[in-house]
């Protein structure tokens, strides 16, 4: 399965534009940032709502203050607010060795609390990196990003064709703006421009009744998404992204928790047609209806961690070397 993942990627279709990357880093290289990510081994994790949630992006309301884990590594999203369900749970059979401890995502009310509109939305659950190290990494530091995620056996998913999850990045990049003018004439100017790179867990239910599940990638040149590679089997995966100095995301997956490989790679996309040049953060979707009756899928996440392969005092490592937290 995991040698043949690459291979599928190849075939992608017409639909896809190609991008040719100088050198794909596998997410997990170099050294990883202890003061950033989750294990969730905690017993006592714990998230605190205060709810209601933010839905800026529906109707600009904030809803401040905002929901945080007591251990200040995760945050409620600003723009579209946070799961339902953020609650710690044991890990599921089959996760790494010696994890006693996940996160269960899992949402209803994907839109406006308690009003709920009939058509999909996303809650957003955000590591809190920028905030913690206080600073944005620059992408010639060759930061990366790694989960395992747990995808519930196929009768657990909510019935809606469409994305179910997504792990995200947050990427920043300087691009020409229209400001405001006089009477209407506007003039263009550089400014940051913020953009969300991705990968998402889709769900199909096809004429014949059979259901498929695969991963869509955000996204080419255009800002379109593309499908990728069919997930011929649920339980864990394991997701990653590396971002290169040359501003390229490149995209990673196998089933199983073991570390990922070169083997592994899926894509490497300049989105939207930006060059990176500084990371913000990652971040986990969770999909519903919004219909007020069906809850989101229930998808778990576990071991979730950023990487730096260039640092200072850090020289490029193979994946194999990389620098790894211990288990308490």
Known sequence: MRASLALTIALLGAGAQVAVAQRPIVPGTGKQLTE???NFEDREWKYVPRNPKSTEDID???????????????YEGIKRGHPDIVQWIETPEGGLPNSSGSLLLQ???????????????????VCNIQ??????????????????????PIEEWERRNGP???????????????SGGFLGFGSKKEDDEVYWPGMFVCYEKQRDGQVKTYFRIRGDRRGGDFRGPDIEQLGWWTLGMSVTADG?????????????TEEDYITSQYPYGYKAERFRTFFFN???ADDGRRWSTPFIVDDSWMYLARSAGVQMASAKGKQKVQRQ
């Open 131 to 152: 905030y913690r190290l206080k600073r944005k990494i620059p992408v010639a530091e060759t930061p990366s990003v790694v989960t395992r995620v747990y995808f519930p």
């Open 248 to 260: 390229m995301v490149h995209y990673y997956a196998h089933p199983g928790v073991e570390d990922l």
């Open 107 to 125: 949402t209803m009310f994907s839109g406006i609390p308690n009003r709920p509109r009939g058509e999909m939305g996303q809650d957003d659950f």
């Open 286 to 288: 969770v999909c519903s």
């Open 60 to 74: 600009e309301n904030q809803r401040q203050p905002t929901g945080r884990s007591t251990n200040g590594r995760w």
């Open 164 to 178: 179910h999850f997504g792990f995200r990045l947050a990427l920043e990049t300087t691009a020409m703006k229209e």
């Open 36 to 38: 950033v990510g989750d």
